[in-house]
């Protein structure tokens, strides 16, 4: 009987999910939740956008995007195939698949915060019921999926694997990528059992080109940690190769042209101000807490860390040494930061290295402005603050500043003129590849 009743929830939301009847809950409607909002709708579903965000929810069901590279002309044509938004938990009984896509941070002891996934999954509980499958795609340590939401799930009198079905699937968006979409990143998923993954596979290979299934929740979480936990890694090598090659007075940049030249063996990774983004800052972190829980130091992974944490001091020492050299001090210098948003082209301040640099030099008692076409206005963010506006560039307001710190290397920036105006460049991502003498590589 047991297993007749496990089958016969699994049919049906197979079978709907197959036949495009089923309604799907995205609950978190940001970088990730968005675009997989975007893909369900194109798909031919019905979906239920859920967010405690009142102000993103009325833009939505305006038909506007708050997403730069996503245009409203997408919103309106998901609104038209039924995507509705809303901030009542209530509803979340409606839809025949929930997919969390919410953060997770870290908190102040730099530990990961899963508030926003435990507050979520309490606030969708008393409306979970049997037949729906529940989706976790926050990036987390091994074990959360497990150890967190299926004892929740099952506080309610519902066996994970018959009543109701639970998987986790990493999100893998890369904002303002232009050669991958949603659609065809492949998504890799694990479920708490076989019926689970089943379950999960045919949510997912609803709407993606290719699903990846792994053998438990726990693999999967790992899995989305390895690929940022890779880039960190990788990432802090180069940034230390860039500290070796300043010393010696050779250009990292040119060296990793060169070495990408190789047809195999060999990928380039690029040094930068610190790193930035949801995933590749805190990812390790998440790992690292989960390994001391078995007596495992992960020497190689912090150490990486601490060479990429060090980066935007490292930066702020460049830029010291280069105005000394003019006779000035960081005290009373007018700083432009060229770049705020965490990545070239997109406006996502998440983790952005550049506020720190910002905030390093305010603290030191500069006069700190920015530009950046992506961020008009310096958001409202959690732990930082600035009342500032973006700088037009202009010859005359470039040559009004001591010193420009390229931060972040938008297409959108005109090099030449920054290079013929400015009286001071620290460029932090090799876009100036001849040497001059009033550009400073860092």
Same mark, same amino acid.
């Given at each position: 009987?047991?297993?007749?009743?496990?089958?016969?929830?699994?049919?049906?939301?197979?079978?709907?999910?197959?036949?495009?009847?089923?309604?799907?809950?995205?609950?978190?409607?940001?970088?990730?939740?968005?675009?997989?909002?975007?893909?369900?709708?194109?798909?031919?579903?019905?979906?239920?956008?859920?967010?405690?965000?009142?102000?993103?929810?009325?833009?939505?069901?305006?038909?506007?995007?708050?997403?730069?590279?996503?245009?409203?002309?997408?919103?309106?044509?998901?609104?038209?195939?039924?995507?509705?938004?809303?901030?009542?938990?209530?509803?979340?009984? %409606?839809?025949?698949?929930?997919?969390?896509?919410?953060?997770?941070?870290?908190?102040?002891?730099?530990?990961?915060?899963?508030?926003?996934?435990?507050?979520?999954?309490?606030?969708?509980?008393?409306?979970?019921?049997?037949?729906?499958?529940?989706?976790?795609?926050?990036?987390?340590?091994?074990?959360?999926? @497990?150890?967190?939401?299926?004892?929740?799930? @099952?506080?309610?009198?519902?066996?994970?694997?018959?009543? &109701?079905?639970?998987?986790?699937?990493?999100?893998?968006?890369?904002?303002?990528?232009?050669?991958?979409?949603?659609?065809?990143?492949?998504?890799?998923?694990?479920?708490?059992?076989?019926?689970?993954?089943?379950?999960?596979?045919?949510?997912?290979?609803?709407?993606?080109?290719?699903?990846?299934?792994?053998?438990?929740?726990? /693999?999967? @979480?790992?899995?989305?940690?390895?690929?940022?936990?890779?880039? /960190?890694?990788?990432?802090?090598?180069?940034?230390?190769?860039?500290?070796?090659?300043?010393?010696? %007075?050779?250009?990292?940049?040119?060296?990793?042209?060169?070495?990408?030249?190789?047809?195999?063996?060999?990928?380039?990774?690029?040094?930068?101000?610190?790193?930035?983004?949801?995933?590749?800052?805190?990812?390790?972190?998440?790992?690292?807490?989960? /390994?001391?829980?078995?007596?495992?130091?992960?020497?190689?992974?912090?150490?990486?860390?601490?060479?990429?944490?060090?980066?935007?001091?490292?930066? $702020?020492?460049?830029?010291?040494?280069?105005?000394?050299?003019?006779?000035?001090?960081?005290?009373?210098?007018?700083?432009? &930061?060229?770049?705020?948003?965490?990545?070239?082209?997109? @406006?996502?301040?998440? %983790?952005?290295?550049?506020?720190?640099?910002?905030? $390093?030099?305010?603290?030191?008692?500069?006069?700190? %402005?920015?530009?950046?076409?992506? &961020?008009?206005?310096?958001?409202?963010?959690?732990?930082?603050?600035?009342?500032?506006?973006? &700088?037009?560039?202009?010859?005359?307001?470039?040559?009004?500043?001591?010193?420009?710190?390229?931060?972040?290397?938008?297409?959108?920036?005109?090099?030449?003129?920054?290079?013929?105006?400015?009286?001071?460049?620290?460029?932090?991502?090799?876009?100036?590849?001849?040497?001059?003498?009033?550009?400073?590589?860092?």
């Amino acid at each position: 009987m047991r297993d007749e009743h496990q089958s016969a929830h699994l049919q049906q939301l197979v079978a709907k999910l197959r036949d495009r009847t089923a309604v799907i809950g995205i609950i978190g409607l940001g970088y990730v939740g968005l675009p997989l909002t975007l893909r369900y709708a194109d798909a031919g579903f019905r979906v239920l956008g859920i967010d405690i965000d009142a102000a993103k929810v009325e833009k939505l069901n305006r038909g506007q995007s708050y997403i730069e590279h996503i245009p409203s002309a997408q919103i309106d044509a998901a609104r038209a195939a039924g995507f509705e938004a809303t901030t009542d938990f209530t509803r979340a009984g %409606e839809p025949d698949a929930l997919i969390i896509c919410v953060p997770t941070p870290l908190n102040a002891y730099r530990e990961p915060d899963l508030s926003f996934v435990l507050d979520t999954t309490d606030a969708l509980l008393p409306f979970v019921r049997p037949g729906q499958l529940v989706s976790l795609e926050s990036t987390t340590y091994p074990g959360t999926t @497990e150890e967190e939401l299926r004892p929740r799930l @099952e506080s309610r009198a519902l066996v994970v694997g018959r009543d &109701v079905f639970l998987v986790f699937s990493p999100e893998r968006e890369d904002p303002g990528n232009p050669n991958f979409e949603t659609r065809t990143i492949p998504k890799v998923c694990g479920g708490s059992t076989a019926a689970c993954l089943e379950a999960g596979v045919a949510l997912y290979g609803a709407a993606i080109d290719r699903v990846v299934p792994v053998s438990s929740t726990r /693999a999967a @979480e790992l899995t989305k940690l390895l690929e940022n936990i890779h880039r /960190a890694v990788n990432i802090g090598l180069v940034n230390e190769m860039k500290i070796i090659a300043d010393k010696m %007075e050779i250009d990292i940049h040119e060296v990793i042209r060169a070495a990408a030249t190789k047809p195999f063996g060999f990928t380039p990774y690029y040094p930068g101000p610190g790193l930035g983004g949801h995933c590749i800052p805190i990812d390790p972190f998440y790992l690292t807490w989960k /390994a001391r829980q078995y007596g495992v130091h992960t020497r190689f992974i912090e150490l990486a860390g601490e060479i990429n944490s060090d980066m935007p001091h490292w930066v $702020i020492g460049k830029v010291t040494d280069a105005l000394n050299q003019r006779g000035r001090s960081v005290m009373g210098s007018r700083v432009l &930061v060229l770049g705020i948003a965490y990545k070239k082209d997109v @406006e996502d301040m998440r %983790e952005s290295p550049s506020v720190e640099l910002m905030e $390093i030099l305010r603290d030191k008692g500069a006069h700190v %402005e920015y530009s950046d076409p992506h &961020v008009p206005v310096f958001p409202r963010m959690r732990e930082h603050r600035f009342e500032l506006s973006s &700088v037009a560039l202009t010859p005359e307001t470039l040559a009004s500043y001591d010193l420009v710190l390229l931060a972040t290397s938008h297409s959108a920036f005109d090099y030449d003129m920054i290079r013929r105006h400015a009286n001071l460049i620290v460029d932090t991502r090799g876009v100036y590849l001849e040497r001059l003498p009033h550009v400073v590589k860092a």
